[in-house]
């Protein structure tokens, strides 16, 4: 799996799906995938088959042979995505202030006292490195899926 660097478009909101999908699942065939994301809402076949196809031209995913199949897996990491979408929401909307988006999602949602703890470590992180050096976020950093099912 590659970094993303800034020749790979921004891929569009059914694409991330995909991308979802093969983070948690790669490698995957595409009915693996399809089995996958219908279990949220109804995907066709040749419809995810199509958006595959095209994130390979773009350089999303990989796809390799095995068998009659495709195997696909995604061609960057969720951190490098997650990354470049919050680099840019941070630049487009909070003047480059990671700290401003940070207080404002932090306000916005309440965090779970897992979350919080992981917060505070990353904070004693970065506060107690002589430079105030960059820290890495760990993996368990994920939103709570409790979250994204309230209204």
């Known amino acids: 799996m590659t970094t993303l660097s800034s020749s790979i478009p921004r891929p569009t909101e059914a694409e991330l799906e995909l991308l979802r999908v093969l983070w948690e699942k790669e490698p995957a065939t595409v009915r693996e995938i399809c089995d996958e994301l219908n279990r949220e809402r109804a995907f066709g076949y040749t419809t995810v088959l199509k958006l595959l196809q095209i994130m390979h031209t773009k350089g999303l995913v990989l796809r ?3 068998g009659r199949a495709h195997l696909y897996r995604s061609a960057i990491s969720q951190d490098a995505m997650q990354s470049r979408f919050l680099r840019d929401l941070s630049v487009r909307l909070f003047s480059g202030s990671a700290a401003q988006l940070a207080i404002h999602a932090l306000a916005m949602e ?8 992981e917060i505070r470590a990353l904070l004693e992180k970065r506060s107690s490195s002589p430079s105030g050096g960059e820290a890495s976020l760990t993996p368990s950093i994920r939103p709570s899926r409790n979250r994204e099912e309230q209204p």
Do not use: G, H, N, R
């Open 64 to 66: 390799e042979e095995s």
């Open 110 to 117: 309440p965090a779970s006292p897992a979350e919080l703890d």
